[in-house]
């Protein structure tokens, strides 16, 4: 069995063992068995019933893993609706593109909603090389790109009509002729293209075991498995446990780490300044506070002040302010205030001796404009003084 196919049976595999989770905007974890999904609701088997959830209320669905890729060798094809798939096989004829996802999907998508194509993607120095070389530039016309002595080059010009058979594409250097290109000798292509502006917006956003990125219009599960169809075009068929997340948190909740504030003050009473970090501790490691790890969240020194403009769009602030476990400090005071609009709705004192590691924060923020956060230290001087605020994130 092929080293790539053999990965996938046993995530695949480890994945029919492990209960799907519901996690809602009201905070909510439901466990149990994924029945379907619709635009109007997810349903859930849970203790021999089935439990109905409003879309509306749905942030995610927790389905299995999604492991590093190792030893896969693959292509990716990013689409104009931002879906990013690894592909065993591509290929471009005529006027469509023909792909064959690591799972096997076969998937048909308009030439037309291609953005990109990357051989070797499955290698980090790749990955990067392009990013800079390629994406970084935000190039105004197709670029050819081609590897020479381990070097990448864009050359920009016109990408055109691939052959009927998938070999040869036409290709016009800028202020040279058109030629006709060996689709196999090139490392990757760029099309400048955009969205089609009447297509439908995303719902949610779906990570499959292979580690596929799919922004989905639509989304439709049952007995069989579960079927997307993005923006772009493409539709794609799973069977469940090839899924891992379906991410519905777009426009109802946000994460503060997501979001640039509208306004930064950083200070210090020492001769360094410690620059407020996002989704890691401030010594850019994992955030963990109480003997807990937390994926998401701001780690703020004394003294910081950060503002977020909501725009009133918000109804809830939830966050867990803690000392992180993994930096060291002293045993002094630590202030958090949190204001809105000018107004102080949380004080919190806190040190390194306090039997209560972790502290919740729930805060209305009905037709709040500005969120303000504020970690100063309860004497005169800051150093080593910092804290977490775990998950911190505004939901509507």
């Known amino acids: 069995m092929p080293l790539c196919r053999a990965f996938l049976m046993l995530v695949l595999?480890?994945?029919?063992?492990?209960?799907?989770?519901?996690?809602?905007?009201?905070?909510?974890?439901?466990?149990?068995?994924?029945?379907?999904?619709?635009?109007?609701?997810?349903?859930?088997?849970i203790e021999g019933k089935d439990v109905s959830t409003p879309i509306e209320q749905v942030l995610a669905i927790d389905l299995s893993m999604a492991p590093a890729l190792k030893d896969v060798k693959y292509t990716d094809v990013e689409l104009t609706d931002g879906s990013l798939l690894h592909c065993k096989e591509v290929q471009l004829k005529g006027k469509k593109a023909y792909l064959v996802l690591l799972g096997e999907q076969k998937v048909e998508v308009p030439l037309s909603s291609v953005t990109s194509v990357m051989n070797e993607a499955q290698d980090p120095q790749n990955r990067n090389e392009w990013k800079t070389k390629v994406i970084a530039k935000k190039s105004l016309v197709d670029l050819l790109v081609i590897k020479r002595n381990e070097v990448m080059n864009p050359i920009p010009g016109t990408l055109s009509d691939p052959s009927e058979d998938g070999t040869k594409i036409n290709f016009t250097p800028e202020g040279s002729d058109k030629i006709e290109y060996t689709i196999a000798k090139a490392f990757g292509f760029y099309f400048v293209q955009k969205p089609d502006p009447a297509a439908p917006s995303p719902v949610c956003k779906l990570t499959d075991v292979s580690r596929n990125l799919v922004y989905?219009?639509?989304?439709?599960?049952?007995?069989?498995?579960?079927?997307?169809?993005?923006?772009?075009?493409?539709?794609?068929?799973?069977?469940?446990?090839?899924?891992?997340?379906?991410?519905?948190?777009?426009?109802?909740?946000?994460?503060?780490s997501e979001i640039d504030p509208v306004q930064v003050i950083e200070d210090s009473t020492e001769d360094v300044i410690w620059h407020y970090r996002r989704d890691t501790n401030i010594e850019g490691g994992e955030i963990r506070i109480a003997g807990t790890p937390?994926?998401?969240?701001?780690?703020?020194?004394?003294?910081?002040?950060?503002?977020?403009?909501?725009?009133?769009?918000?109804?809830?602030?939830?966050?867990?302010?803690?000392?992180?476990?993994?930096?060291?400090?002293?045993?002094?005071?630590?202030?958090?205030?949190?204001?809105?609009?000018?107004?102080?709705?949380?004080?919190?004192?806190?040190?390194?001796?306090?039997?209560?590691?972790?502290?919740?924060?729930?805060?209305?923020?009905?037709?709040?404009?500005?969120?303000?956060?504020?970690?100063?230290?309860?004497?005169?001087?800051?150093?080593?003084?910092?804290?977490?605020l775990a998950e911190a994130r505004v939901s509507k």
């Open 13 to 45: 595999t480890a994945a029919l063992a492990q209960a799907a989770e519901l996690k809602t905007l009201k905070g909510e974890v439901l466990k149990g068995d994924l029945v379907s999904v619709d635009k109007t609701a997810v349903v859930f088997k």
């Open 216 to 256: 989905a219009s639509e989304v439709t599960a049952g007995a069989t498995g579960i079927t997307v169809t993005t923006p772009a075009g493409a539709k794609i068929e799973y069977k469940t446990p090839q899924v891992a997340n379906l991410d519905y948190r777009k426009g109802k909740l946000t994460y503060l």
């Open 294 to 388: 937390y994926r998401r969240g701001l780690a703020l020194h004394s003294h910081t002040e950060l503002v977020y403009d909501l725009g009133g769009q918000y109804r809830e602030f939830r966050a867990l302010a803690g000392i992180d476990d993994l930096v060291n400090g002293n045993d002094e005071k630590i202030v958090l205030r949190i204001e809105a609009d000018g107004q102080q709705r949380y004080e919190l004192v806190i040190t390194r001796k306090d039997k209560q590691r972790s502290h919740p924060i729930t805060l209305n923020v009905k037709d709040v404009d500005k969120l303000r956060i504020i970690v100063t230290t309860g004497d005169t001087l800051d150093y080593g003084k910092h804290l977490d």
